[in-house]
Every structure is written in structure tokens, then in C-alpha cells.
């Protein structure tokens, strides 16, 4: 069974920074690209980023480009996502999500971790 | 960046009756469209990839057609776990995409 755990949201500062972190299991890790999409509350689905299966390609969108990093350790079969110079526009639940055999398409996904930017 | 623009907003229908979902692109994404459903506080659950495709475990009342710009997700005859926000999503292109959902509300 596919199963998909997030952790190290939490309330942080404007300017301040986060590491959020997605332990997967049940499932080959290294063969899936991985994402991250995140909803603020309330709001729509927003997709954030992509790295591909060996770690070598990644893809952000432009709300968060050159502030998030994703990366990902296939040794320990956990995703990543390193969030520095935030903003209460980033106040949302993020959620990893493993792609399907299909580029793209996201077939599982976790249970989401709420990150709040604020003073 | 490809806009998806979802309608209705809402949509209130009764349990038993069908359900038609509209997603319009902003320019082609062939058939590369897929469909969410989120319940509260929930994760989205997959239901149609590449327009038309059943993920695993979807009952046959979800139903997914379209290319090019126009897409429709009908549900054949809603039940009551069906009430939900819907979102369509492209791969078409980076960056992804989804639209703003439509809520299904029951009448």
C-alpha cells in the first residue's frame, strides 16, 4: 500500500524558512518523480514543484522559484521541500504527491502538513 | 502559463440525478487532463487521467471526455459520497495547471 507521510509544517515568521519533508513507502521510490502541491485555506489546488526520480531535474513554479528547493534522498525514500524568504502568501497545507505511471498525473497523495506564515 | 477555467462555480443537484462538469483551457493541452475530487479535509483522490482514462478503483459513473480545449467529467448518477469540489489539472505543459473547482453541493 502506497502510503505518503508529510511532517515539519508549523507557524513561522515572515522572512523565516521551513523544511517540509514527505516519507514514502509502499511503493519503488526512486522510479516516481515526486511533487509538491499546496492549497491555501479555503482557496484551489496550487501545483509548487517537481524533481524527477533520480533527483537530476526539477521544476518550479514561478510564485516560488529561486525561494523553494526540492530535493529528494532515495536512499531513506523521502521527499523534500525547503521553503526560505516566506511570505504570508505561502500559508497553506502542502501536500506531496507521487506521480503516476503517466508524467504529470498525481495518483497518490498525502494527508498534507499546514504551514502558517505570520507574526 | 495554460489557464483552466472550470463551470459552474456550483452546482446543486439531488442524489440520483447525472452530473456534468465543464474545465476549458486557455489554448490546446491535446488530451493531457485529469480530474481530482476533494472532499473536506481530505488530499484530492485521482479519478480521470488523460481525459477519458478511469484511475484504479473509480466506479464506472465517473466518466471523462474531451481534447483540445473543451472537457467535460460527468457523473451517470450521483450518490451521496459524490458531493465534493471537483478539479481539473493539465500535463501539458509546465507549469502545471488546475482550475478553481466546482463544488457539487446536493439540492
Known amino acids: 500500500e502506497v502510503q505518503l507521510l508529510e511532517s515539519g509544517g508549523g507557524l513561522v515568521q515572515p522572512g523565516g524558512s521551513l523544511r517540509l519533508s514527505c516519507a514514502a513507502s509502499?511503493?519503488?521510490?526512486?522510479?516516481?518523480?515526486m511533487n509538491w502541491v499546496r492549497q491555501a485555506p479555503g482557496k484551489g489546488l496550487e501545483w509548487v514543484s517537481t524533481?524527477?526520480?533520480?533527483?537530476?531535474?526539477?521544476y518550479y513554479a514561478d510564485s516560488v522559484k529561486g525561494r523553494f528547493t526540492i530535493s529528494r534522498d532515495n536512499s531513506k525514500n523521502t521527499l523534500f521541500l525547503q521553503m526560505n524568504s516566506l511570505t504570508a502568501e505561502d500559508t497553506a497545507v502542502y501536500y506531496c504527491?507521487?506521480?503516476?505511471?503517466?508524467?504529470?498525473?498525481?495518483?497518490?497523495w498525502g494527508q498534507g502538513t499546514l504551514s502558517t506564515v505570520s507574526s | 502559463d495554460i489557464v483552466l477555467t472550470q463551470s459552474p462555480a456550483t452546482l446543486s443537484l439531488s442524489p440520483g440525478e447525472r452530473a456534468t462538469l465543464s474545465c476549458r483551457a486557455s489554448q490546446s493541452v491535446s488530451s493531457y487532463l485529469a480530474w481530482y475530487q476533494q472532499k473536506p479535509d481530505q488530499p484530492p483522490r485521482l479519478l480521470i487521467y488523460?481525459?477519458?482514462n478511469r484511475a484504479t478503483g473509480i466506479p464506472a459513473r465517473f466518466s471523462g471526455s474531451g481534447s483540445g480545449t473543451d472537457f467535460t467529467l460527468t457523473i451517470g448518477s450521483l450518490e451521496p459520497e459524490d458531493f465534493a469540489v471537483y478539479y481539473c489539472?493539465?500535463?501539458?505543459?509546465?507549469?502545471?495547471?488546475f482550475g478553481q473547482g466546482t463544488k457539487l453541493e446536493i439540492k
Open positions: 489539472q493539465q500535463r501539458s505543459t509546465w507549469p502545471r495547471t
Open positions: 488523460d481525459a477519458s
Open positions: 504527491a507521487k506521480d503516476f505511471a503517466v508524467p504529470g498525473i498525481f495518483d497518490y
Open positions: 524533481v524527477s526520480g533520480s533527483g537530476g531535474r526539477t
Open positions: 509502499g511503493f519503488t521510490f526512486s522510479t516516481f518523480a
